[in-house]
Protein backbone atom coordinates (compact mmCIF):
# COMPACT_ATOMS: atom_id res chain seq x y z
CA UNK A 1 0.00 0.00 0.00
CA UNK A 2 1.21 3.53 -1.10
CA UNK A 3 1.67 6.39 1.29
CA UNK A 4 -0.19 9.54 0.57
CA UNK A 5 1.76 12.13 -0.22
CA UNK A 6 0.89 16.08 0.84
CA UNK A 7 2.02 18.49 -2.14
CA UNK A 8 5.18 19.34 -0.46
CA UNK A 9 6.60 15.35 -1.06
CA UNK A 10 6.25 14.58 2.87
CA UNK A 11 4.30 12.05 3.57
CA UNK A 12 0.44 13.15 4.83
CA UNK A 13 -0.39 12.63 8.43
CA UNK A 14 -3.96 12.36 9.63
CA UNK A 15 -2.91 15.37 12.98
CA UNK A 16 -1.90 18.15 10.08
CA UNK A 17 -4.59 20.28 10.15
CA UNK A 18 -3.21 23.73 8.58
CA UNK A 19 -2.75 25.91 11.87
CA UNK A 20 -0.80 27.90 11.53
CA UNK A 21 0.65 30.33 14.95
CA UNK A 22 -0.86 33.39 15.53
CA UNK A 23 1.22 36.34 15.82
CA UNK A 24 1.71 37.88 18.96
CA UNK A 25 -0.69 41.14 19.25
CA UNK A 26 1.13 44.37 18.11
CA UNK A 27 2.37 46.34 20.99
CA UNK A 28 0.45 49.51 22.13
CA UNK A 29 2.34 52.68 20.41
CA UNK A 30 4.83 54.36 22.64
CA UNK A 31 4.72 57.81 24.45
CA UNK A 32 6.44 60.44 22.57
CA UNK A 33 8.99 61.98 24.69
CA UNK A 34 7.85 65.80 23.49
CA UNK A 35 4.01 64.84 25.29
CA UNK A 36 5.67 63.85 28.13
CA UNK A 37 7.93 66.60 28.88
CA UNK A 38 5.04 68.97 27.84
CA UNK A 39 2.54 67.32 30.24
CA UNK A 40 5.43 67.20 33.06
CA UNK A 41 5.75 71.17 32.35
CA UNK A 42 2.23 71.79 33.31
CA UNK A 43 2.79 71.32 36.75
CA UNK A 44 5.39 74.02 37.41
CA UNK A 45 3.69 75.74 35.29
CA UNK A 46 0.68 75.95 37.38
CA UNK A 47 2.39 76.12 40.71
CA UNK A 48 4.43 79.16 39.35
CA UNK A 49 1.32 80.75 37.97
CA UNK A 50 -0.61 79.73 40.90
CA UNK A 51 1.97 81.33 43.40
CA UNK A 52 2.02 84.67 41.51
CA UNK A 53 -1.16 85.11 40.70
CA UNK A 54 -1.71 85.21 44.81
CA UNK A 55 1.10 87.56 45.30
CA UNK A 56 0.31 89.69 42.87
CA UNK A 57 -3.59 89.69 43.58
CA UNK A 58 -3.65 89.99 47.01
CA UNK A 59 -1.30 93.05 47.18
CA UNK A 60 -2.56 96.46 48.98
CA UNK A 61 -3.39 98.06 45.65
CA UNK A 62 -7.03 97.65 45.19
CA UNK A 63 -8.09 95.72 42.36
CA UNK A 64 -10.30 97.07 39.43
CA UNK A 65 -13.59 95.13 38.43
CA UNK A 66 -11.77 94.14 35.26
CA UNK A 67 -8.34 93.05 37.22
CA UNK A 68 -10.62 91.09 39.71
CA UNK A 69 -12.00 88.98 36.23
CA UNK A 70 -8.97 88.83 35.20
CA UNK A 71 -7.39 87.41 38.34
CA UNK A 72 -10.25 84.84 38.26
CA UNK A 73 -9.82 84.01 34.52
CA UNK A 74 -5.99 83.35 35.40
CA UNK A 75 -6.65 81.25 38.08
CA UNK A 76 -9.53 79.03 36.42
CA UNK A 77 -6.69 78.27 33.02
CA UNK A 78 -4.04 77.82 35.50
CA UNK A 79 -6.33 74.58 36.43
CA UNK A 80 -6.77 73.79 32.98
CA UNK A 81 -3.71 73.68 32.07
CA UNK A 82 -2.78 71.34 35.10
CA UNK A 83 -5.98 69.22 34.48
CA UNK A 84 -5.19 69.18 30.78
CA UNK A 85 -1.43 68.00 31.54
CA UNK A 86 -2.18 65.08 33.66
CA UNK A 87 -4.84 64.12 30.82
CA UNK A 88 -1.90 63.91 28.41
CA UNK A 89 0.18 62.09 30.58
CA UNK A 90 -2.52 59.75 31.51
CA UNK A 91 -3.40 59.11 27.93
CA UNK A 92 0.10 58.16 26.29
CA UNK A 93 -1.23 56.73 23.33
CA UNK A 94 -0.11 59.35 19.91
CA UNK A 95 -3.90 58.48 18.61
CA UNK A 96 -5.08 61.01 21.03
CA UNK A 97 -5.55 64.71 19.73
CA UNK A 98 -8.03 65.63 21.80
CA UNK A 99 -5.48 65.97 25.35
CA UNK A 100 -2.49 67.54 23.26
CA UNK A 101 -5.49 70.08 21.86
CA UNK A 102 -6.89 71.07 24.63
CA UNK A 103 -3.17 71.53 26.96
CA UNK A 104 -2.24 73.77 23.61
CA UNK A 105 -5.57 75.89 23.83
CA UNK A 106 -5.47 76.36 27.70
CA UNK A 107 -1.56 77.35 27.76
CA UNK A 108 -2.24 79.68 24.58
CA UNK A 109 -5.15 81.51 26.59
CA UNK A 110 -2.91 81.26 30.06
CA UNK A 111 -0.38 83.43 28.16
CA UNK A 112 -3.11 85.80 26.19
CA UNK A 113 -4.51 86.66 30.04
CA UNK A 114 -1.09 86.58 31.70
CA UNK A 115 -0.44 89.59 28.94
CA UNK A 116 -3.39 91.39 29.21
CA UNK A 117 -3.13 91.10 32.65
CA UNK A 118 0.59 92.70 32.56
CA UNK A 119 -0.65 95.49 30.37
CA UNK A 120 -3.52 96.59 32.67
CA UNK A 121 -1.44 96.10 35.69
CA UNK A 122 1.39 97.91 34.02
CA UNK A 123 3.78 95.29 35.49
CA UNK A 124 5.87 92.61 33.46
CA UNK A 125 5.57 89.71 35.68
CA UNK A 126 1.65 88.19 34.66
CA UNK A 127 3.22 88.10 31.08
CA UNK A 128 6.47 86.58 32.61
CA UNK A 129 5.34 83.52 34.72
CA UNK A 130 2.58 82.47 32.09
CA UNK A 131 4.86 82.33 29.45
CA UNK A 132 7.85 81.09 31.19
CA UNK A 133 6.83 77.76 31.10
CA UNK A 134 3.89 78.11 28.62
CA UNK A 135 6.06 78.78 25.48
CA UNK A 136 7.71 75.67 26.39
CA UNK A 137 4.75 73.59 26.04
CA UNK A 138 3.47 74.93 22.90
CA UNK A 139 6.50 74.71 20.86
CA UNK A 140 6.73 70.67 22.74
CA UNK A 141 3.12 70.28 21.52
CA UNK A 142 2.99 72.03 18.13
CA UNK A 143 6.21 69.83 17.08
CA UNK A 144 4.73 66.83 17.94
CA UNK A 145 1.47 67.45 16.64
CA UNK A 146 2.86 68.23 13.49
CA UNK A 147 4.99 64.54 13.56
CA UNK A 148 1.55 63.09 14.45
CA UNK A 149 0.62 64.19 11.36
CA UNK A 150 3.50 63.46 9.08
CA UNK A 151 3.54 59.51 10.84
CA UNK A 152 -0.50 59.23 10.01
CA UNK A 153 0.02 60.55 6.27
CA UNK A 154 2.73 58.10 5.83
CA UNK A 155 0.69 55.50 7.46
CA UNK A 156 -2.30 56.26 5.25
CA UNK A 157 -0.10 56.03 2.00
CA UNK A 158 1.00 52.39 2.91
CA UNK A 159 -2.42 51.48 3.48
Not at 66 to 85: D, Y
Request: aromatic share 6%; proline share 8%.
Amino acid sequence: MAEARSDTGYPAYAHQTGYRETPPPPLPPQSSSRRVAAGVLAIPLMIVNGLGAATMFTSDRALSPALGVLAVLWLALTCAVLAAGIGLLLRRSGVDKKAPMLLLGSTAALIAVGALTAFLREAAGPILFSAFFGLPIIILLLTRMRREKAERAVLNKRA
